[in-house]
Antibody, heavy 120, light 110 residues
Framework: QLQLQESGPGLVKPSETLSLTCSVSGGSINSSPYYWVWIRQPPGKGLEWIGNIYYSGSTYFNPSLKSRVTISKDTSRNQFSLKLSSVTAADTAVYYC????????????WGQGTLVTVSS | QSALTQEASVSGSPGQSITISCTGTSSDVGGYKYVSWYQQHPGKAPKLMIYDVTNRPSGVSNRFSGSKSANTASLTISGLQAEDEADYYCISYTSSNTWVFGGGTKLTVL
């Protein structure tokens, strides 16, 4: 059974870069035709799609975050990562990683989420 | 891209049916079959309930069903149960090769 687990600092200072990793077990991130996705949820608010990386390495981002977001993958560690630069308090959220099967809208596996707070 | 429009809240009594709508445009909901629905209980990760407008994953109760008409997708829950009380979100593919969520709907079982 596929499992995803987010990890990274729970506290980031304003203007710095938020870095998170999603470790995948029970399946390979190089498997076709899967997308590996980052989603966030500010406290008490709704879900926001951040972006994703295809098994082939192609990336797609939310236009509102595109200038600040990088998503990459490390095949040797079976992990994919999120970097969000120049963070502000508005970036405080629970960050989820998830998997989507290509040619469907199915986000069928999710991590438990990790809270990242932006504060000095 | 603007969030898809969902009711902020809906409610129903046990055994009743409710419908949650997800309204977008022809550039997202109306243009593709790629709409899915998620249930989220407090403090938990979202759970897939419906994908590609009408498809139900294995293990999800057949009380949950999805449909779409023009630019509006809908999630219907029949035979409402106490454990259905949760937040529900839709998400759609867009013509920009991105994805957009709805604002979320809080379902209360009276």
């Amino acid at each position: 059974q596929l499992q995803l687990q987010e990890s990274g600092p729970g506290l980031v200072k304003p203007s710095e870069t938020l870095s998170l990793t999603c470790s995948v077990s029970g399946g390979s991130i190089n498997s076709s035709p899967y997308y590996w996705v980052w989603i966030r949820q500010p406290p008490g608010k709704g879900l926001e799609w951040i972006g994703n990386i295809y098994y082939s390495g192609s990336t797609y981002f939310n236009p509102s975050l595109k200038s600040r977001v990088t998503i990459s993958k490390d095949t040797s560690r079976n992990q994919f990562s999120l970097k969000l630069s120049s963070v502000t308090a508005a970036d405080t959220a629970v960050y989820y990683c998830a998997r989507r099967k290509g040619d469907t809208s199915s986000l069928d596996s999710w991590g438990q989420g990790t809270l990242v707070t932006v504060s000095s | 891209q603007s969030a898809l429009t969902q009711e902020a809240s809906v409610s129903g009594s046990p055994g009743q049916s409710i419908t949650i709508s997800c309204t977008g445009t022809s550039s997202d909901v109306g243009g593709y079959k790629y709409v899915s629905w998620y249930q989220q209980h407090p403090g938990k990760a979202p759970k897939l309930m419906i994908y590609d407008v009408t498809n139900r994953p294995s293990g999800v109760s057949n009380r949950f069903s999805g449909s779409k008409s023009a630019n509006t997708a809908s999630l219907t829950i029949s035979g409402l149960q106490a454990e259905d009380e949760a937040d529900y979100y839709c998400i759609s593919y867009t013509s920009s090769n991105t994805w957009v969520f709805g604002g979320g709907t809080k379902l209360t079982v009276l």
